[in-house]
């Protein structure tokens, strides 16, 4: 079956642009998660929906990061005015429900020149 | 707050040596562990999860041990080859409907 996939699959931006990373999760996964992994850092967590609850955002770095999930399936990591270190590869998992395993897309790499 | 610890941050090792890799973290009130496998320019690859009521879990050559009370984690890799270098990461949640928290993974090599 179709497992996590995530576009684009690497981005290029000017420092001060806005970009849009989306992921489509595994059907009929409830929950949904971004990671950004960069080096050095390893992978943080950035923000988690499940079904209709409330989003838990408490690891977008500055509030130029937001996120939606539409029909609770794809979603969409905006960030806006980009900066250099914002470079790094985001990563969206999915899960059957908040419990168990999680299944992680290819990742989107950003490069902030 | 959680802080989940890998070392060494590398290892090499010869063709069809069993090893271990070690995975501790701070707080042992959590609700289940997973360890993932990253290729270079990959994503992760889930290997294992157990959860905190199990002691270990086993597929196929890997097999994965927990003791929430000691706050470690075992991933042992049976008669190792060379398609197992990869980077192995171990992450840990705190609750249901939680995010999981990761260590910063170890990078294996196994030599032919």
């Known amino acids: 079956g179709a497992g996590v996939s995530q576009s684009p699959s690497n981005k290029v931006t000017e420092k001060g642009k806005d970009v849009e990373l989306r992921c489509d999760p595994i059907?009929?996964?409830?929950?949904l998660y971004w990671y950004r992994q960069s080096l050095g850092q390893g992978l943080e967590f950035l923000i988690y929906?499940?079904?209709?609850?409330?989003?838990?955002k408490s690891g977008l770095p500055s509030d130029r990061f937001s996120a939606e999930r539409t029909g609770g399936s794809v979603s969409t990591l905006t960030i806006q005015r980009t900066q250099q270190e914002d470079s790094a590869v985001y990563l969206c998992?999915?899960?059957?429900?908040?419990?168990?395993?999680?299944?992680f897309g290819p990742g989107t790499r950003l490069t902030v020149t | 707050k959680q802080e989940v610890t890998q070392i060494p941050a590398a290892l090499s090792v010869p063709e069809g040596e069993n090893l271990v890799l070690n995975c501790s973290f701070t707080d042992s009130a959590i609700y289940n562990l997973q360890w993932f496998r990253q290729d270079p320019g990959k994503g992760l690859t889930s290997l294992l999860l157990i959860q905190s009521s199990q002691r270990e879990q086993t597929s196929g050559r890997l097999n994965a041990s927990l003791d929430k009370s000691s706050g470690r984690s075992t991933l042992y890799i049976a008669a190792s080859q060379p398609g197992d270098s990869a980077t192995y990461l171990c992450a840990v949640r705190a609750g249901a409907n939680s995010k999981l928290t990761f260590g910063k993974g170890i990078t294996l090599s196994v030599r032919p």
């Open positions: 998992a999915s899960s059957l429900d908040g419990r168990v395993e999680q299944y």
């Open positions: 059907s009929g996964h409830t929950a």
């Open positions: 929906f499940q079904g209709n609850s409330a989003p838990d």
